[in-house]
C-alpha cells in the first residue's frame, strides 16, 4: 500500500513540475476570447448542403453587432430573426418554425453550428421537420462568404 501511495505522489510531483514558460497574459486572452458578434459583422452568402446531396439550399444571413437581430432569408421567403449564441469559437444560429423550402408545406426548425476558417463560415446543421414520417430530421454542412 506505501509503494502504491509513494507512485502515486511520484506521479503528481513530476506532472506538477514547469516544463516550459508560462505564455504571457494577451496570449492567453487571445486563445480565450471566442468567436464574437462584431467578428461577423455584414452579409452573409451562405450555402447547406444535405448530407448525401450535392444540391444547396442558399441563403442570405445578415450579422449585427445585436445578435438577437441577426436574420436569414431564403429566396421567396422574408427574412427570419435568428436566436444566435457563442461558446468559444462557435456561433450557434436557429431559425424557425418555417415553411421548408425542400418540402413545401412541412414546417422545419434548423439549428447551425459554425466557426471561421480565414474568411470563410464553416459548419453543420440539423434540420428537424414537424411530422411524423420518415426523415423527420436531415444533418449536412454549410459554408458561407462575406459580400463584398
Known sequence: MRRLAFGLVA???VGCTPSEEAA??????METAGL???????TWNMSAYPEGSDSAV?????????PSTWTVQFEGLDPMTAMVTFEGNEVTTVVGPYESRL????????????????DMLMGTFVA???????DSVI??????????
Open 11 to 13: 506521479v503528481l510531483l
Open 24 to 29: 504571457p497574459a494577451e496570449d492567453v486572452a
Open 36 to 42: 464574437s458578434a462584431a467578428d461577423l459583422v455584414g
Open 58 to 66: 442558399t441563403y442570405t444571413m445578415v450579422a449585427t453587432e445585436d
Open 103 to 118: 418540402r413545401p408545406g412541412v414546417m422545419v426548425t434548423t439549428t447551425g453550428v459554425s466557426h471561421l476558417e480565414g
Open 128 to 134: 428537424r421537420y414537424e411530422t411524423t414520417e420518415p
Open 139 to 148: 444533418s449536412g454542412t454549410s459554408h458561407g462568404t462575406r459580400a463584398q
